[in-house]
C-alpha cells in the first residue's frame, strides 16, 4: 500500500541554519504530496503541497519539490527561525485513498 | 471563519471506562475525518463519513470503537471500553469535499490517557 518515510528526528539547529528534512514515498499512481506542520499546542496545518512531478511546492520560506525519478519530496529552508520549531508531516495523497502521513519529524531551533 | 472545533481538549480515564470525543467541522465542509495519533507516529485515518454517510471505517477498531455524524454536521466518537493502548491523541479534519486535493483543515484534537 501507500506509505511514506521520513526521517527521524528530533533535529535541533541553531537559528539561521539551512534546514532539511527528507521524506520519501510508495504509491501506486501518481499521488499529491504535502507537508503539514504542528505548531506546540495547535492543530495539524498544511504548509505546503505539490500535485504533479517536478512541481514546487512553497510557503512561509519553505519549499519542496516533488521528484517522480527519486520518489522524494523533501523540505527545505535556508534560514530557520526560533518560530519555526514544530512538528513536520510528510503526506501523500492518491486519490482511492484517505491522507497517508509519515511519522513525522520534530524541529527545535534554538536562538 | 471558525476552524474545526473539538471536545474535551484533555481526558484520562480507567481501561474499561467509556468515553466521547465531540467534532464540530468547518461550516459547508462535506466530508469528516477522524484520526489517531499515538505518540512518536503520524494520524492514522479510523473513519471518513461524506454527510451523515460512511466512506471508509476499515480501520477502525469496531468491537470498541464507533463514530456517527446524524445530522451530516458534528460527529462524536466513542470508545468503550477503552485500552491502554488507545492513548493518543483524536484528531477531527474537514473537506469541502471527498474528492478533494488530500488538503484538510484540522482541529487540535483531544488528547486520551488511559491509566
Known amino acids: 500500500g501507500d506509505s511514506v518515510t521520513q526521517m527521524e528526528g528530533p533535529v535541533t539547529l541553531s537559528e539561521e541554519a539551512f534546514l532539511t528534512i527528507n521524506c520519501t514515498y510508495t504509491a501506486t499512481g501518481y499521488p499529491s504530496l504535502f507537508w503539514y506542520v504542528q505548531y506546540p499546542g495547535e492543530g495539524l496545518q498544511l504548509l505546503l503541497k505539490?500535485?504533479?512531478?517536478?512541481d514546487k511546492g512553497s510557503n512561509k520560506g519553505f519549499e519542496a519539490t516533488y521528484r517522480k525519478e527519486t520518489t522524494s519530496f523533501h523540505l527545505e529552508k535556508g534560514s530557520v527561525q526560533v518560530s519555526d520549531s514544530a512538528v513536520y508531516f510528510c503526506a501523500l495523497f492518491s486519490g482511492n485513498t484517505p491522507l497517508v502521513f509519515g511519522k513525522g519529524t520534530r524541529l527545535s531551533v534554538i536562538a | 471563519e471558525a476552524g474545526v472545533a473539538q471536545s474535551p481538549r484533555y481526558k484520562i480515564i480507567e481501561k474499561r471506562q467509556s468515553v466521547a470525543f465531540w467534532c464540530n467541522p468547518i461550516s459547508g465542509h462535506a466530508t469528516l475525518y477522524w484520526y489517531q495519533q499515538i505518540l512518536g507516529q503520524g494520524p492514522k485515518l479510523l473513519i471518513q463519513f461524506q454527510n451523515n454517510g460512511v466512506v471508509d471505517d476499515s480501520q477502525l477498531p469496531k468491537d470498541r470503537f464507533s463514530a456517527e455524524r446524524l445530522k451530516g454536521v458534528d460527529s462524536t466518537l466513542k470508545i468503550q471500553p477503552a485500552k491502554l493502548e488507545d492513548s493518543a491523541v483524536y484528531l477531527c479534519?474537514?473537506?469541502?469535499?471527498?474528492?478533494?486535493?488530500?488538503?484538510?483543515?484540522f482541529g487540535e484534537g483531544s488528547r486520551l490517557t488511559v491509566l
Open positions: 505539490a500535485t504533479k512531478a517536478d
Open positions: 479534519a474537514s473537506s469541502f469535499w471527498q474528492g478533494n486535493t488530500g488538503e484538510l483543515f
